[in-house]
């Protein structure tokens, strides 16, 4: 059976994507905010080893554009090139999806009544391939392989906290009805405080930063409450990308314990946050339709 051992919380900073790319790593600038992931980079290739990521991300207008903003979008393609976002394509291998999960997880997901927009072609921007390298640093082809799911975080009205939470659910719901054994993780990805606009560009907030990673921490549910407004209010217009960790924190269950977490500023317009979380109890809310559409004819 397939099994969520594990979640990751990870900004998706260009400008480290930049550093790694350029091998500037060690580089006084940039060398705080990459020692914060070698921890990461150790554990991840030994016990934490995945198979899959579910990868939630978000597109900056690189696969998307005005025409169509899906709310909740997932990778079901074999393959994700990476796309070019103005300067070439960053210089990493080709993303590999895993088809049969994926499916699986749109199937499980749409019965269990969230509309996910299925995409069969997709190129992935920095929001999906910087996570990346802070994990996995610089490889010939990634270790691991990768279903992206897009949230619309770019355009208002992006999902409620709760909405994501329980998206979370469904898919830790999704994963455990698959039936080959796989070390499944789910990332959460972008963030933390940062507008990169108007007159308060470049506005950092760590101390509510440090709420935040405190609360995806333990048992409470605090985090589904909180609303638009105060992500735009305390954490900059950008700063709602950070609603994207609580599809992963949802997937955990009820309680979750932290292996690793790292916070540093200054790097760039955010705030980087890091987090290794494993789940305690990781129970998650039975769905009140799947199996009764799982067992409808047809399926
Ligand atoms: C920056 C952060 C982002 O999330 C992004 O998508 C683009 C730029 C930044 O820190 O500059
Ligand atoms: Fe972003």
Redesign the pocket.
Known sequence: MAQITAGIAC?????LGFAHDQDKEGDPLFKPAFDGFRWTREWIRAEGRPDVVVLVY?D?ASAFDMDIVPTFAIGCAETFPICDEGYGPRPVPEVVGHPDLAWHIAQSLILDEFDMTILNRLEVD??LTVPLSMMYGRVDEWPVRVIPLAVNVVTYPPPSGNRCWMLGEAIARAVASFGEDLNVHVWGT??MS?Q?QGPRAGLINREWDNMFLDRLIGDTQDLRHVPHIEYLRETGS?GI?MVMWLIMRGALGRKTRCLHRHYHVP????ALGHLVLTPVDGTVPPSPTLEGNRAAPGH
């Open positions: 900004s998706h900073i260009p400008v978000n900056h920095h929001g972008g963030g940062h990169l950008e990308e790097v760039s317009n955010t």
